[in-house]
């Protein structure tokens, strides 16, 4: 069994940073800030768990600047995984792995996960108005 | 030219040792979270501000309960076998790569059981 003479991979950062490569790393960045933000879904659930005055805190803290502006990376990370996700499954599909297509695809993904936080985001403080 | 070798292509299970059954697993999961992340999305939404009594209402509502559960399960799974390639891809002491790899499953089990039996509580609680 011979394992010598593969070619190398040049090192990351020769490469200038592209739409398909930055968006491919976004995919994973993304993947686990959603991971560290599952933490604080698990810790919500907990709290509503264990009765009124600990979930009445959890919910002050998610009302907190600190806590809007986490909630507010999650929405959009979580969008981003979502619509970049379901580019792959074109991809895996065999459909829109042509150059042209694959950026028109990140470009779409990147618009559409920023449509989607405003609107949810707009939605959140309608609940907050309209109640 | 290929890049793989004699036993690795006998074999057949690649860098991860597993075949296709990872790769399938987090494509599976992903097309169940696509429907279940934008009912958990709009749900939070209903739920800005919301009291712990209301809380337990609308986990009362008709599918709340089943949603989140199967959501929490989708979720935890899919974010096992990300994490898992993750830990492959740049953990490469053996040892320390054995140990993320057995944290990142039992956190997993963890994170969704407390999530169930936290639901249940609220739902079924007095």
């Known amino acids: 069994m011979t394992t010598g003479n593969r070619p190398l991979s040049p090192h990351l950062q020769v490469y200038k940073p ?80 042509e150059l042209p297509q694959v950026h028109i695809s990140g470009w779409l993904v990147v618009i559409f996960s920023v449509i989607l936080t405003v609107l949810s985001w707009s939605a959140g403080y309608g609940m907050l108005g309209g109640a | 030219m290929s890049l793989r070798t004699d036993l690795g292509r006998a074999r057949g299970l690649g860098s991860a040792k597993g075949g296709t059954s990872h790769w399938w697993a987090q494509r599976v999961t992903a097309v169940g979270l696509i429907p279940l992340s934008l009912w958990f999305i709009y749900s939070a939404i209903t739920l800005v501000g919301i009291d712990h009594a209301g809380f337990k209402i609308w986990l009362n509502a008709p599918g709340s309960i ?61």
């Open chain 2, 66 to 126: 089943l949603l989140m559960a199967l959501f929490v399960i989708a979720l935890f799974y899919h974010m096992q076998l990300g994490l898992q390639v993750v830990i492959e891809d740049y953990v490469h002491n053996e040892r320390n790569k054995i140990i993320s790899l057995v944290l990142n499953k039992l956190g997993a089990v963890l994170l969704a059981v407390s999530s169930i039996i936290a639901l249940i509580k609220v739902a079924f609680g007095g």
């Open chain 1, 18 to 97: 592209q739409i398909t490569s930055v968006l491919s790393i976004l995919h994973r960045i993304t993947g686990i800030g959603l991971a560290v933000g599952s933490l604080m879904l698990v810790y919500w659930l907990n709290a509503a768990a264990y009765g009124p005055e600990v979930f009445e805190r959890a919910q002050e803290f998610l009302a907190s600047w600190l806590g809007k502006i986490l909630l507010l990376g999650w929405t959009w990370a979580l969008f981003y995984h979502l619509c970049n996700g379901i580019r792959h499954m074109f991809w895996d599909a065999g459909r829109g792995l």
